[in-house]
Nanobody
Framework: QVQLVESGGGLVQAGGSLRLSCVVS????????MGWDRQAPGSQRELVAR???????NYADSVKGRFTVSRDNAKNTVYLQMNSLKPEDTGVYYC?????????WGQGTRVTVSS
């Protein structure tokens, strides 16, 4: 079992930036995928970004070119740098961890982008 704790959410104006962090602890398997999902008000949770241990990444089309996912394997931490934020980026952002066939999510951190 793993625990995921996010931080870094908040209120920002459109065009601004935020950086989210997530520390993963517990029974961590070396070969894992980490990333971020989000859930906007009234919408289903959606994939935002994924990053493998080796650094391979993929992004939702809506965030490509604006968001960057990265990780520090030594610290078991995944980051999401969000630039050029838009009001439609508003939502709760969840840290994601996948290994050995199981997915886990954190409690979420809220991001609000004002127009």
């Amino acid at each position: 079992q793993v625990q995921l704790v996010e931080s870094g959410g908040g209120l920002v104006q459109a065009g601004g930036s935020l950086r989210l962090s997530c520390v993963v602890s517990g029974d961590i398997f070396s070969y894992n995928t980490m990333g971020w999902d989000r859930q906007a008000p009234g919408s289903q949770r959606e994939l935002v970004a994924r990053i493998t241990r080796g650094g391979g990444t993929n992004y939702a089309d809506s965030v490509k070119g604006r968001f960057t996912v990265s990780r520090d394997n030594a610290k078991n931490t995944v980051y999401l740098q969000m630039n050029s934020l838009k009001p439609e980026d508003t939502g709760v952002y969840y840290c994601y961890y996948f290994a050995r066939g199981f997915s886990s999510w954190g409690q979420g951190t809220r991001v609000t982008v004002s127009s």
